[in-house]
């Protein structure tokens, strides 16, 4: 319990009668990378929406500390420390990778105060930091435009990560990248597990593999099974849904 960064209680979602989520329980530990898998319209991302304030439950609480988020707004969430990534791509195409970093990073007191201090030295080395997690070191002035899709994606976590918040929900963080792009994004996400919580929404299993230590299937908005990828490979509700049977 006291591990717990995260608690998902009886989380009931509903949208004109039909319900996305049903009485959803989970829990997500300190630096734990946790997997959520399910077929299309299990609810995984009208999770992530709950979580991050996008969208209200019907009945339930989402415990982060000692905050219900789901009475708390959008932007209180983020202060709070938990970040989202949206499947769109929301780079500054036309400002290099620096500067996609220095403009992500938390304003300080007034616009001025806060562009002077996002040159000061504290800065450009945390920025250097995150940059080379990122793999984007030797790309600091490129233009976000002239990335790579996993690279844009990469940089994206990065102006996540510049934030420092203690949890990140990502949804589908390998869409459309090359293996190896893939390989090198669970590499980052190990990474960033070492001090930092994340949940991520995948499909595919060769990825989750390699990431997931625990694992959430979701099927028609309830839980379907919860537990290591082995057992969740041997789950039979688990195989049943998979293969249509
Ligand atoms: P997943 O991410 O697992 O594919 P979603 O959370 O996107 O599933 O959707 C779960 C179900 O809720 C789907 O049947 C979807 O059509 C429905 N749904 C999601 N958002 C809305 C909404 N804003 N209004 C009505 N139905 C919605």
Not at 49 to 55: A, H, K, M, Y
Not at 129 to 151: M, P, R, V
Request: net charge negative; proline share 3%.
């Amino acid at each position: 319990m006291e591990n717990t960064i995260l608690s998902v209680e009886n989380l009931t979602v509903s949208f004109d009668g039909f319900q996305a989520v049903k009485d959803l329980s989970l829990s997500i530990d300190h630096n734990e990378l946790h997997v959520i898998i399910g077929p299309n319209g299990a609810g995984k991302t009208t999770l992530l929406d709950i979580i991050c304030g996008r969208t209200k439950p019907s009945a339930g609480r989402v415990m982060f500390g000692g905050t219900d988020l789901t009475k708390a707004a959008e932007y209180q969430i983020v202060r709070l420390g938990v970040a989202r990534k949206f499947q769109t791509p929301s780079t500054y195409e036309d400002l290099s990778v620096l500067e996609n970093l220095e403009i992500s990073f938390p304003r300080g007191r007034g616009v001025w105060g806060s562009l002077f201090f996002r040159r000061t030295r504290p800065v450009r080395d945390r920025i250097t930091e995150i940059a080379n997690q990122i793999f984007l070191f030797d790309e600091l002035d490129t233009k976000a435009g002239k990335l790579s899709h996993g690279q844009k994606q990469w940089l994206e976590i990065g102006m996540l990560l510049i934030q420092d918040p203690e949890l990140l929900l990502l949804d589908e963080p390998v869409a459309g990248m090359s293996p190896r792009e893939r390989e090198q994004t669970a590499v980052l996400l190990n990474q960033i597990s070492h001090g930092k919580s994340l949940i991520v929404i995948e499909h595919d299993m060769e990825f989750v593999k390699q990431i997931a230590r625990k694992v959430t299937v979701m099927h028609q908005g309830a839980l379907l099974c919860a537990g290591s990828i082995e057992q969740v490979q041997r789950n039979e509700r688990v195989i049943e849904v998979y293969l249509g049977a």
